[in-house]
């Protein structure tokens, strides 16, 4: 099984409406991440969870809230968003964090197929 | 100047060309990721690569560490390589992956 596996596919929510995006992955990573990718853009990183605990935030705003239950699970708990976050919600998962200095890196990275997020 | 820069942004071919696409980066990096990512959203891994060349199926991808470039080439394109393609670069210096703005490639039938 080499599939991420991300719910919903759509979401179409209000400003005040709280929600979740859920990712799941079986292949024994212990990495999982969420990138925002807007139209015609690269993928952003918004976090980086490393051994179920979050070890990157890149700044994020805390509307956007991650949670991590265990090793094979991603939520993205959503509440009073802005129709800018409307975007694309990748996302992905890998053996283990990338390390720096290059050594033992084992980065590469397992997507899912996204949920397509709608702020009115 | 990006750190990553991709070309061409946009391709467009007919079925059974040879494609290439470029990419350079300015950063030290221990390893390169080529992605391809279809209408709809999910994004595949295709390559990730530290040096020399690696083949897929009809897939290329060969990196020059001294030059700081890279290149993905399809052989005998098909309509159902029409995708971006991304091309993403570990630092050495850095624990993200920074990306190329991407290459929209139509192949016509």
């Known amino acids: 099984d080499t599939e991420v596996t991300q719910t919903p596919k759509h979401l179409v929510m209000g400003m005040t409406n709280k929600k979740s995006l859920k990712c799941e992955q079986h292949?024994?990573?212990?990495?999982m991440y969420w990138y925002k990718q807007k139209a015609k853009k690269p993928p952003e990183l918004m976090f980086v969870?490393?051994?179920?605990?979050?070890?990157i935030n890149e700044s994020v705003p805390s509307r956007f809230s991650p949670e991590c239950p265990n090793s094979s699970l991603l939520n993205l708990h959503l509440h009073a968003l802005q129709p800018e976050d409307s975007a694309l919600y990748l996302c992905?998962?890998?053996?283990?964090?990338?390390?720096?200095?290059?050594?033992?890196?084992?980065?590469?990275?397992?997507f899912g197929e996204g949920s397509r997020l709608t702020v009115l | 100047k990006n750190e990553v820069e991709q070309s061409p942004q946009n391709l467009t071919a007919q079925e059974g060309e040879f494609i290439t696409i470029n990419c350079s980066y300015s950063?030290?990096?221990?390893?390169l990721h080529w992605l391809q990512q279809h209408p709809g959203g999910g994004i595949v891994s295709l390559f990730m690569?530290?040096?020399g060349k690696k083949k897929h199926g009809r897939l290329i991808a060969t990196i020059n560490i001294q030059e700081k470039h890279s290149s993905l080439h399809i052989t005998a394109s098909h309509p159902r390589d029409s995708a971006v393609y991304i091309c993403?670069?570990?630092?050495?210096?850095?624990?993200?992956?920074?990306f190329g703005e991407g290459t929209q490639l139509t192949v016509n039938p």
């Open positions: 992905a998962s890998s053996f283990s964090v990338w390390e720096s200095g290059g050594s033992g890196y084992t980065g590469e990275l397992f």
């Open positions: 292949m024994g990573h212990r990495a």
């Open positions: 969870y490393s051994y179920e605990k979050l070890s």
């Open positions: 950063v030290g990096i221990s390893a």
């Open positions: 690569l530290s040096s």
């Open positions: 993403a670069v570990k630092e050495t210096s850095g624990s993200r992956l920074t």
